[in-house]
């Protein structure tokens, strides 16, 4: 595949993760590349290739042949849209960094908006979704609790509707670069480095083509990961709920010895038994399994595996910046 390497610095990038959107490369570059020639010259579209199974990365190559601004680094299998995003901030090179969804959800035309506000000085532009009404009441309901979970007992607020498309200056990427965590929780990430913010309110479009890839299993473990990420209180509540238990316990056994004093032994105490072995055990068995979600967690962190693995890349993406790997 051709090299190509831009004359000079780039001025914006936008990074784009890509997991079997083979249908939606064209449309999505139809619209795309117009409004950064309005913006400038000096622009290079990354494409971050999840390790999709379809045409998608022999897509990119096409219209790479025709414009050598757009290029891709490819995966080696699927690591997630996360791992994707935190790979394509690695290798672009732009003094601002716009990250978009491929699916035409995030409309082009808001770069514009971004651009200007990022030229009054703000280090992080992000798109605010003025309504989520393509989505289920469930899925909203959920994603409503977890703001005003995470609002209350994270590290630091998420602005609601805040996705990950957004525009963020050079200064800014260098700050995510640095960050080393694994499990990336980039709307956690891109609130804790501060900086000066603004938001830009949006409506979200119908996905042009295919269907979403995120499944309930994905979104929830997504919000795990965010709240175990940014907060230590699912690990300290334990010990709270542990006294509260033990608490009760220590009151029913006062209530049971009381009891058999005053009318001698009662044979039938199968059911508080059972009741309070059972409940105890299931109390136990979940904090151990908090823990074990932040043991893991460690675990994680300290094997250092890189947090990617290239396999192809296709134009400017592969001279790009050195990336992990
Ligand atoms: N994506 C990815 N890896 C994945 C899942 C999704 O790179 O494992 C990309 C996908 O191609 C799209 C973006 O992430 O460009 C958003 O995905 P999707 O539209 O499925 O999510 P939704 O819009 O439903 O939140
Ligand atoms: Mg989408």
New binding site residues.
Partial sequence: MELFRPAGPVGLSVV??????SANIGPLLDRLLPVLERITESYEVVF?D?GSADATLAAIAGHHAREPRVGAVSFSR?F??EI?IAAGLDHARGDAVVIM???L?HPPELIETFVAHWREGNVMVYAQRRDRDDETAMRRGFAHLFYRLFARFGEMPLPEGAGDFRLIDRKGVEVLRSLPERARFSKGLYSWIGFRSVGVPYTVEE?AHGS???SFRKLFRFAFDGMTSFSTVPLRVWTYVGGAVATLALAMAVYFIAETLLRGPDVPGYASLIVSVMFFSGVQLMSLGIIGEYIGRIFAEVKRRPLYVVADRVGPAALGRTGPV
Wanted: no cysteine; net charge negative.
């Fill in positions: 784009l993760p890509v997991y079997n959107e971050v999840d699927n997630g849209k994707a969804d491929s699916d959800q996905r979403s890839k995120w």
